[in-house]
Nanobody, 117 residues
Framework: QVQLVESGGGLVQAGGSLRLSCAAS????????MGWFRRVPGKEREFVAS????????SLTNSVKGRFAISTDNAKNTVHLQMNSLKPEDTGRYYC??????????WGQGTQVTVST
């Protein structure tokens, strides 16, 4: 099992930036990919971004392309989500997840991101 702890959320004005971090511990050798998901009020949890364990492959949902970037620091077992040009519709609770054997099985508690107008 992998334990995940997110940090870096907060309140920011529209157009601002935040950097989320996710520290992984436990069975990190089993991780294939790391991802970020968010739950927006009134909607189901949605995929935001993912990165392979080696950092060689990334994926971003269309609504954040050009604004968000995902990166990994393997030496520290940490994944970052750099969020720029934030919009009010980016408000939500952001969750880090670890994939093993092709599925996201381990989840963090989440960190709240609030973007004000």
């Amino acid at each position: 099992q992998v334990q995940l702890v997110e940090s870096g959320g907060g309140l920011v004005q529209a157009g601002g930036s935040l950097r989320l971090s996710c520290a992984a511990s436990g069975r990190t050798d089993s991780i294939d990919d790391m991802g970020w998901f968010r739950r927006v009020p009134g909607k189901e949890r949605e995929f935001v971004a993912s990165i392979s364990a080696t950092g060689g492959s990334t994926s971003l949902t269309n609504s954040v392309k050009g604004r968000f970037a995902i990166s990994t620091d393997n030496a520290k077992n940490t994944v970052h989500l750099q969020m720029n040009s934030l919009k009010p519709e980016d408000t939500g609770r952001y969750y880090c997840a670890a994939s093993s054997y092709g599925a996201f099985r381990d989840w963090g508690q989440g960190t709240q991101v609030t973007v004000s107008t």
